[in-house]
């Protein structure tokens, strides 16, 4: 592929890998004056140390158009101890906010901690992200590594998006116009070959600029495989990410690299939703928990700054190395309602981070400031080839239906999900189901009464639709015996999913009681579990619809993978689509679902 301006661009600020690493083993860092211990902020190049911005964000997931309703706000603490809501994200946004950031700061790098692509709204993921990777070429990213949805679509898919070229089967979707790939590197650290037992993509990078050279290592969450399709990491294996970026550190260390930054699409449960809290309070890094509290505690010193994400969350913590020193672990929400900026002091001299000097701040990405006009043109193209089937009305509401900004475990667009899978799959030619459930992190969005564009209020369109349920995941029918059933509740709060439990939604029908006063598999009350005020009998069979995502034990739920009688129907999508147009009309649209089907005791 011809080498473009900005492609030569990225390939001066970026070299990766052994053999260019190797070369710069060979070049000395700047010599500096005797004594100098000044800060270069400005870029003069004769100070001590300098201030290196590093801009960073995660999990994207392909929101050019601002997120709709609550899933398109973030929550700030005020002085008083009140809080208010901000609209946020948008990648009109997150560009002027970027840009604004850079400005002044010539020691600028911006890095992301995958998911940028994957679960994708219409305009997006209609035409597999194309449109995403060249917004994130525009708004000059520098570096992420993969997420877990990076391999929605497979690996070779994934390879098309870094290298570029054509769809093999969509083909390309605009005249005279090959998708040229990404500008900057995709990592993969921790994701190798089966067969060959090499990394996929990079493992790492060096960012350098004027002597200044920084490391990136980047990685995706050891379990991807429980949360991607089989399909989707056939012929893969995932590593420890510990060991993994430990490995690529030491290595970077060899080749004169002492300033490293790993990317982890992995993340944390914040002890506040809200974006601004003290992390850091009582101490060091006891606002967060969850699985990279106990990943920092385990990465090499030699890495001075950890940018992750996955959990969707929001924080700026310390958290104490192997060594006791602080370091920086921060994550971004998503969708690019935020972006982190930190700054990290380099040390000339020694070519290391001066971790005391490190600061960093989540900032909001607010809508009242100027669109880049650049995303404006990029989203209005893409929008125009969308159109004919993006506007298209597929149903109505009388109200918001939250699914994904719910805040409890069971939500409204959770129990509308399940009862349109139960409808589809219950007819005894396409299933026979009697329960249906879905899994929460297959509900993308939420359904907001008030109209996106000119379809009018309560009025729900295909692309809407499609932003709730974008995966396109076909409807399964398996038996499982009442015992199977009960064990696979017990999943959703013990095991993988203790700690971040995974409440299934719920069809109509089938309730039961949540006690999280309990811990582990207690937590559901057995005798609570009932189909149409029926107790479940363990050794009764009942035909169960979910999702192949669900059915092949996805999201740890192993039970499910020992249901028999397997029947595929038709997708989750077309099944909301027929339920829409069933129940709902202009002038009887359809009413939020109650979401009181599981009792929870707190």
């Known amino acids: 592929m011809p080498a473009t301006p900005q492609r030569r661009r990225a390939a001066r600020r970026f070299t990766a890998g052994a053999a260019v690493l190797a070369a710069a083993a060979g070049v000395l860092t700047a010599a500096l004056p005797a004594g100098a211990e000044t800060t270069d902020r400005h ?125 093999p089967k969509d083909g390309c979707f605009e005249d005279g116009k090959v998708f040229k790939g990404a500008d900057f590197p995709y990592l993969a650290a921790n994701v190798t070959d089966e067969k060959t037992g090499k990394p996929i993509l990079k493992p790492y990078t060096i960012w350098k600029k004027h002597g ?33 970026v430990n490995k690529y550190a030491k290595e970077l260390e060899r080749r004169g690299v002492k300033s490293i930054v790993a990317l ?22 006891d606002g967060i928990s969850g699985p990279i509290s106990d990943i920092a505690k385990g990465i090499t010193p030699k890495v001075d700054a950890l940018v992750t994400g996955h959990t969707h969350q929001a924080y700026v913590c310390t958290v104490p190395d192997p060594d006791g020193k602080p370091r920086m672990v921060t994550s971004a929400s998503s969708f690019g309602k935020l972006y982190t900026d930190t700054t990290l002091t380099y040390d000339r001299r020694s070519g290391d981070i001066v971790r005391t000097k490190v600061d960093s701040a989540n900032h909001v990405v607010r809508r009242d400031q100027p669109k880049a006009e650049d995303m404006t043109s990029l989203i209005k193209r893409w929008d125009k080839l969308a159109a004919p089937i993006a506007g298209r009305p597929i149903g109505y509401i009388s109200a ?26 219950a007819p005894a030619d396409k299933g026979g189901a009697q329960i249906a459930l879905m899994n929460p992190g297959g509900i993308r969005s939420d359904l907001v009464h008030k109209a996106s564009g000119g379809e009018g209020d309560g009025v729900v369109t295909y692309g809407e639709g499609f932003t709730v ?45 949540l006690d999280m006063t309990k811990s582990g598999a207690d937590r559901v009350v057995k005798d609570s579990v009932k189909l149409d005020g029926e107790a479940i009998d363990p050794a009764k069979t009942y035909r169960v619809a979910m ?18 009688n397997k029947l595929v129907g038709k997708s989750d999508l077309e099944a909301l689509i027929a339920y829409f147009g069933e129940h709902s009309s202009a002038s009887e649209p359809l009413a939020p679902p109650k979401a009181d089907r599981i009792e929870v005791v707190k």
Not at 485 to 495: D, K, R, W
């Open 43 to 167: 870029g003069g190049g004769h100070g001590r140390t300098v201030d290196v911005q590093l801009l960073s964000f995660n999990d994207f997931h392909g929101n050019l158009e601002p997120p709709a309703g609550s899933s398109g706000q973030v929550t700030e603490q005020n002085a008083d101890g009140s809080t208010t809501k901000i609209d946020a994200g948008g990648v009109e946004y997150l560009a002027t906010s970027l840009r604004k950031a850079r400005k002044d700061n010539p020691y600028s790098v911006t890095a992301a901690a995958g998911d940028m692509i994957g679960a994708s709204p219409l305009v997006s993921g209609l035409f597999h992200d194309e449109p995403t990777i060249e917004a994130m070429n525009k708004l000059d990213l520098d570096v992420t590594s993969v997420g877990n949805h990076e391999f929605d679509e497979g690996r070779a898919e994934l390879a098309r998006m870094q290298k570029g070229g054509c769809h």
């Open 212 to 244: 200044v050279k920084i490391g990136f290592i980047g990685v995706t969450l050891e379990g991807t495989p429980d949360v991607v399709s089989a399909e989707g990491v056939k012929g893969l294996k995932f590593h420890d990410e510990i060991k993994t």
């Open 264 to 285: 982890i699409h992995e993340g944390g449960s914040p002890a506040s939703p809200n974006y601004n809290y003290d992390c850091d309070s009582p101490g060091p890094g």
């Open 400 to 425: 918001d239906i939250p699914g994904r900004g719910a805040t409890t475990p069971e939500t409204p667009l959770g129990d509308l999900i399940s009862d349109a899978q139960l409808e589809a799959m």
């Open 469 to 513: 349920q974008p995966f396109t995941n076909m409807m399964t029918a398996i038996d499982l015996t009442g015992e199977q059933l009960i064990t696979a509740l017990q999943q959703q709060v013990s095991g993988a999913n203790e700690a971040s439990p995974r409440i299934l939604q719920v069809s109509k029908g089938f309730t039961y009681t």
């Open 547 to 564: 999702n192949e995502f669900l059915s092949g034990g996805g999201d740890g739920f192993a039970a499910f993978k020992e249901g028999k």
